[in-house]
């Protein structure tokens, strides 16, 4: 739910605290349906201080795959994405990188 600093970044400039309350209600109202799993690498970052999703709950992405897991954990809270933006773009280049994804310098 990070990332949803970025794709409402009006909302967020004129009330940060209203940004926070719909990532609450998006988590609270959500529920997991199973379904097959997927066979793609699955990558999980997370805060290490996030209040509302220890850590350990990210793990459970790796249920969700066949593939590869990992779990890269950032140290900040909820919005850690804010202030780490290039240290997490540049985990997200390479893990595709890793995983083949992605080739040659990233624009």
Known sequence: MSGTTFL???LH???????????FRAVKNYRHS?????????????????????????RRWALETTGPFELVVHPGGHFYLASRQQA????????????????????
């Open 88 to 107: 997490v773009s540049a985990q997200v280049s390479a893990c595709l990188r890793r995983f083949g994804l992605l080739a040659g310098p990233v624009m």
């Open 34 to 58: 199973p379904g097959p799993k997927l066979s793609c690498p699955v990558v999980a970052m997370a805060g290490d201080a996030a209040p509302r999703v220890p850590v350990g709950e990210s």
């Open 8 to 10: 409402f970044p009006p």
């Open 13 to 23: 400039a004129q009330d940060p605290d209203a940004l926070g309350d719909f990532s």
